[in-house]
């Protein structure tokens, strides 16, 4: 790609060579030539933080050292529509809505929930994905089949998540509700003993009792308090409504259920209780 710099000089020396005639067209050519050439090449790229611990949603491949899964393909595919490119950057989740105030980052796709507290602050896209939450325990725990059962209990969320709130609006004192940063971090407290339950989104605690738990934790109970993901932005941000428009291309075209397909293959979003 030709730099703004190598197409002036090239424009000034065809100024230098012409008869005096043509010279001020030539070079008001050249510049407006030069500046739309650069302009087509630039894309603007969002800084799109997520949280690698909310598999399936987002992790770190450790191979490929790319962030990867549903929320990953998800932002790339509605950026390329949307006409723009998206940088990852791994963060916690409780650095997500922080640094969207700051302008430290432009975006996230991290299973964000939409909520009447975070709109204030933050913009959010269309709903994309139907979720609650759900309690994980030790695979060897009989005591615990819902959430009254947590009564007296120690339970880990992660800080500043609707898992969080839920659980202390729901159980208040008869709980000592403890602060994680990280789902791997809580869930390493679970299996530790270091906690009785953890509290998180369905799909993310679903994930880790069929894979990286498996034999050591499992789901109980029903699904509490129904909630929705959106993507993220900056208030204000001018890309809320191209990445609208590209969530619905991406569903009616059938990307989405692809997606959908890939990650969390044929199960169907719960209905939670009430």
Not at 229 to 248: D, H, M, Q, R, Y
Request: with cysteine.
């Amino acid at each position: 790609m030709k730099t703004l710099t190598s197409l002036l000089f090239t424009c000034v020396s065809r100024w230098q060579a012409a008869p005096k005639a043509h010279l001020t067209g030539l070079l008001l050519t050249g510049i407006l030539s030069a500046s739309a050439a650069v302009q087509a090449d630039e894309t603007v790229t969002l800084k799109v933080a997520a949280d690698p611990s909310s598999i399936p949603f987002a992790y770190m491949d450790q191979k490929s050292h790319r962030m990867e899964g549903f929320d990953m393909d998800l932002i790339r595919a509605l950026g390329g529509i949307a006409g723009y490119k998206v940088q990852i950057l791994p963060l916690d989740f409780a650095g997500i809505i922080p640094a969207l105030q700051s302008g430290n980052i432009d975006a996230a796709a991290s299973s964000v929930t939409i909520t009447d507290a975070r709109k204030k602050v933050i913009d959010f896209s269309s709903p994309y994905y139907d979720s609650g939450l759900q309690i994980l325990v030790r695979d060897s725990d009989k005591s615990i089949n819902t959430i009254d059962d947590l009564k007296g209990k120690t339970v880990a969320a992660l800080t500043g998540t609707t898992g969080y709130n839920f659980t202390l609006q729901a159980l208040g004192s008869t709980v000592k509700l403890v602060p994680y940063s990280t789902s791997a971090t809580a869930f390493l407290a679970l299996v530790s003993g270091s906690v009785d339950a953890v509290i998180s989104d369905q799909p993310v605690v679903a994930n880790y009792a069929q894979n990286a738990g498996k034999g050591r934790a499992k789901v109980v109970g029903p699904l509490y308090h129904g909630e929705q993901f959106g993507i993220a932005f900056a208030k204000g941000s001018k890309w809320v409504e191209p990445t609208n428009k590209a969530l619905e291309q991406l569903k009616a075209d059938g990307t989405y259920a692809t997606l959908y397909t890939k990650w969390f293959g044929n199960a169907r979003q719960n209905t939670p209780a009430q």
